[in-house]
């Protein structure tokens, strides 16, 4: 029989099962000891260098609106229990469960690799997208600094980029952001799920507070970088309530566009999202997952492009309808059109001979 996920404090998983590609699996089961057994140690955040060739990734992907993104990190401390990054770290042999958010890698190269792919002869500039899978503001970048190494060299080639996060430490930033999206070339999103703190802190364990997101809205809006708030992931039966409330609050504070996604529960993070929702919400789980389902032709997910991100359906419908009604309400239809690339130039290395014109 297997046991209930025990609470781990701080995280956002209830397990850590075995990657997928790992052969032998391990499994929880209930030997009847379990209220006799010490308390489990703390779970402590182990971070290790990354040795990338590249850090530019790039898609194909038709539902997306960029070919290519900027990843400082993978695994993401946040412990966000629906992100949709968690089954990645299945590749690295690591479980999307706890391991995601507790065994984190870091590329410490990331800026001089970046200088040197966009100093290759014949590189076409196109907005690159910073943080498309994990948050490139989680709580190591505090010290370990590699986004904004990344955003420094973007500064100094005049690259046009977008970035998104739901940490506050973005606005340590603001000196890079509001120059460069004054210039046209930057834009910051802003990740806002719940107003409703305890959701928030439940959901989204290492994140910043609700208020803290609103204030980074705010500051990079007064700085001069254009903000987009993305109410995302929807989770109906949950969060999908507080559509309007979020976007009139970030109206607020200066956002200028807004977004939504729906939930997600691609692989391993179905299992994970309904764990959670055991624990933390058990008078809603089956409502939520009805919900769900009732979006996603009876799954939890449904994959294909262009229905991955709004699901299906009336449900789906009624929530592309509010949100499109919110936006216009409060003003949210800014940012038509793309990025400068027009100003871009590799700048010169020392001992460069300097141009005649």
Same mark, same amino acid.
């Given at each position: ?26 499994? #929880?089961?209930? /030997? ?52 949709? #990054? ?102 910051? #999103? ?92 058990? /008078? ?32 789906? /419908? ?40």
């Amino acid at each position: 029989m297997s046991p209930t996920p025990p609470l781990v404090k701080g995280r956002g998983a209830r397990s850590n099962a075995t990657s997928r590609f790992i052969t032998a699996q391990k499994e #929880a089961f209930d /030997d009847g000891w379990t209220l006799e057994d010490p308390e489990p140690a703390q779970l402590t955040t182990v971070v290790l260098p990354d040795k990338a060739k590249t850090i530019i990734t790039r898609n194909n992907s038709p539902d997306i609106g960029f070919d290519r993104s900027i990843n400082p990190y993978r695994g993401c401390e946040h412990g966000c229990v629906y992100c949709f #990054a968690r089954p990645a770290h299945a590749y690295l042999g690591l479980s999307p469960g706890l391991d995601f958010e507790s065994r984190l890698f870091f590329k410490p190269e990331a800026a001089q690799l970046l200088t040197a792919e966009l100093s290759k002869k014949g590189y076409v500039p196109k907005s690159i997208q910073v943080g498309a899978d994990t948050d490139p503001y989680q709580p190591l970048e505090r010290k370990l600094r590699v986004t904004r190494q990344v955003l420094e060299v973007l500064q100094a080639f005049r690259h046009p980029f977008s970035i998104i996060t739901k940490s506050n430490l973005i606005t340590r930033d603001a000196d890079i952001l509001g120059e460069m999206g004054r210039a046209g070339l930057a834009r910051a #999103a802003i990740s806002i799920t719940s107003l409703d703190r305890k959701i928030a802190r439940s959901m989204e364990p290492r994140a910043a507070t609700p208020q803290r997101r609103l204030d980074a809205v705010r500051q990079l809006s007064q700085a001069g970088c254009p903000v987009t708030v993305m109410f995302a992931p929807v989770v109906p039966g949950l969060t999908d309530h507080e559509l309007e409330a979020v976007l009139e609050a970030s109206a607020e504070a200066g956002a200028t566009s807004a977004g939504y996604v729906m939930l997600r529960l691609p692989l391993e993070i179905a299992e994970l999202f309904q764990e959670w929702l055991a624990t933390d919400h058990p /008078d809603r789980a089956a409502r939520v997952m009805s919900l769900v389902r009732q979006m996603r032709r009876g799954k939890a997910y449904t994959s294909e492009w262009g229905v991955r991100g709004r699901g299906e359906g009336p449900l789906a /419908d009624l929530v592309s309808a509010r949100f499109k009604a919110a936006r216009k309400r409060y003003g949210l239809e800014g940012m038509r059109g793309g990025l400068d690339v027009e100003q871009f130039r590799v700048p010169p290395k020392a001992g460069d001979q300097m141009s005649l014109f």
